[in-house]
Nanobody, 125 residues
């Protein structure tokens, strides 16, 4: 089993930056992939990006490419999401997810074993 705790959300003006963190507390759990989903008010939850834990290979969706970056700290079992040039469309609850299974479809929510409670990100003036 694993517990995920996100932090780093908040209110930021458009054009500003935030860095989200997700700490995974593991017990006999080997991480294969960690990722972020977000859900904006009135919209469906969507995949943002993630990282293959062993290799460090990262991926973000096209809508945030060049502005959002994933990284990890293996020793701390922590996933980061650096978000720059935030716009109001980024306003959402951001949730961290993890799986120990080798998955091919990283966009599918059911492929993830555990979810964090989420952290609110608001980009507004």
């Amino acid at each position: 089993q694993v517990q995920l705790v996100e932090s780093g959300g908040g209110l930021v003006q458009p054009g500003g930056s935030l860095r989200l963190s997700c700490v995974a507390s593991t017990d006999n759990y080997r991480i294969y992939y960690m990722a972020w989903f977000r859900q904006a008010p009135g919209l469906e939850r969507e995949f943002v990006g993630g990282i293959t834990w062993n290799s460090g290979t990262t991926f973000v969706v096209d809508s945030v490419q060049g502005r959002f970056t994933n990284s990890r700290d293996n020793a701390k079992n922590t996933l980061y999401l650096q978000m720059d040039s935030l716009n109001p469309e980024a306003t959402a609850v951001y949730s961290c997810v993890v799986t120990q299974k080798i998955i091919s479809n990283i966009y599918r929510m059911n492929n993830y074993d555990n979810w964090g409670e989420g952290t609110q990100v608001t980009a507004s003036s």
